[in-house]
C-alpha cells in the first residue's frame, strides 16, 4: 500500500463524514419505525420527494433556511445536530490517529487498522446515542455490521488476528449474552437487551475478547456515575412513572463511549493492572 499523504486524507475524511452523516440521518428517522432506507426521502409535512440538493448534510438545511422545499414548512433542526456531530467524531476520529498512531507519517499500511478502527469507533457513536436515547433500540447496521466489519479489517497487518477477531466477538457476545440470561432470571426481568449484547461482540470483533470485556467494565462505571446521580435529580425524566420503562436505561450509549478509550488506553490499563499482581 502506498502511503497516503495528509493532503489527500483529509479531504477524503471530509466527503466520507457527508457521505455518513446523511446515512445516519436516514437511518435515525427510519430504523426505528422500520422504513426501508431505500425508499426515497420526503418532506414530513407534504410527504412530496425533497430535492437532492436539500439532502446534503449541513449545507442542504442551511441552503432551506430550516423550511421545506415544497410546503414551506419548518424543518426540525435535529438532522442539523446530527451531521455536526457526525462530522465531528469523523475529524475526531482522524484527530486521535494522528496522536496515537500516526507519528506524525501519512496513512501506511501499518497503521491502517487504528485508522479503520477508531474512525469506526467514533463515527457510529452517534447513531448509537440518539437511537439507544429516544428509542431504546440499536440498529442491526451499527452492531452486526460492527461485527462484519471488524473481521474484514483484522486481515490487515498490524491489529488483531482473524481467529482473534472472530473469537472475540463469540467470547464477549456469547458472555454478555449468558450474564443477561443470569440477571434476567434473577430479578425475574429482562435487564439487557440483544442489541447491547451484538454491540460488545461487534467491538470483541474489532479489540478482541479481552478489550471488549474492558469496554464493559468502564462502560457499567461510566453508567453507575452518570444515571445514579441523574436519577435522583431527574427522576420523572426517565420513565419512571411508566410502567413498560419503569427503570429502564439504555447502556448501548456507555458501551460506544467506553470502546474508543479502551481501545486506545486499553492494553496500557490491563497491564497496570496485571502488574498489581506481581511478587
Known amino acids: 500500500m502506498q502511503n497516503i ?114 474512525l469506526w469507533l467514533m463515527i457510529s457513536l452517534v447513531p448509537v446515542f440518539v437511537i439507544d436515547f429516544r428509542y431504546h433500540l440499536l440498529p442491526d447496521t451499527i452492531s452486526i455490521g460492527g461485527i462484519v466489519f471488524g473481521i474484514m479489517i483484522s486481515f490487515i497487518p498490524g491489529g488483531i488476528t482473524p481467529l482473534q477477531s472472530i473469537l472475540g466477538a ?27 449484547v451484538k454491540l460488545l461482540a461487534g467491538y470483541g470483533a474489532l479489540m478482541g475478547a479481552p478489550l471488549a470485556f474492558e469496554t464493559l467494565i468502564l462502560a457499567s462505571f461510566i453508567g453507575i456515575c452518570i444515571v445514579f446521580p441523574a436519577r435522583l ?7 419512571t412513572e411508566s410502567e413498560t420503562t419503569a427503570g429502564e436505561f439504555p447502556f448501548g450509549p456507555f458501551l460506544a463511549l467506553a470502546a474508543p478509550i479502551v481501545f486506545i488506553y486499553g492494553n496500557w490499563i490491563l497491564g497496570l493492572y496485571l502488574a498489581m499482581f506481581e511478587v
Request: include cysteine; aromatic fraction near 14%.
Open 5 to 118: 499523504p495528509f493532503s489527500i486524507l483529509i479531504p477524503v475524511i471530509i466527503v466520507f463524514g457527508f457521505c455518513a452523516a446523511a446515512f445516519f440521518n436516514r437511518l435515525i428517522r427510519r430504523m426505528p419505525f422500520d422504513i426501508s432506507l431505500r425508499i426515497k426521502e420526503t418532506c414530513s409535512h407534504c410527504k412530496k420527494p425533497v430535492p437532492v440538493l436539500f439532502q446534503i448534510p449541513f449545507l442542504g438545511i442551511l441552503f432551506a433556511r430550516f423550511r421545506c422545499s415544497c410546503c414551506h414548512s419548518k424543518m426540525s433542526k435535529g438532522s442539523l445536530l446530527v451531521d455536526f456531530s457526525t462530522l465531528l467524531t469523523t475529524f475526531l476520529a482522524f484527530v486521535l490517529w494522528r496522536v496515537f498512531y500516526s507519528n506524525g507519517m501519512p496513512l501506511s499500511l501499518e497503521t491502517l487498522f487504528p485508522f479503520l478502527a477508531l
Open 170 to 196: 463469540l467470547i464477549a457476545g456469547g458472555g454478555l449474552y449468558l450474564f443477561a440470561k443470569l440477571i434476567a432470571k434473577i430479578l425475574g426481568k429482562q435487564a439487557m437487551g440483544l442489541g447491547d
Open 233 to 239: 435529580v431527574y427522576a420523572k425524566a426517565f420513565g
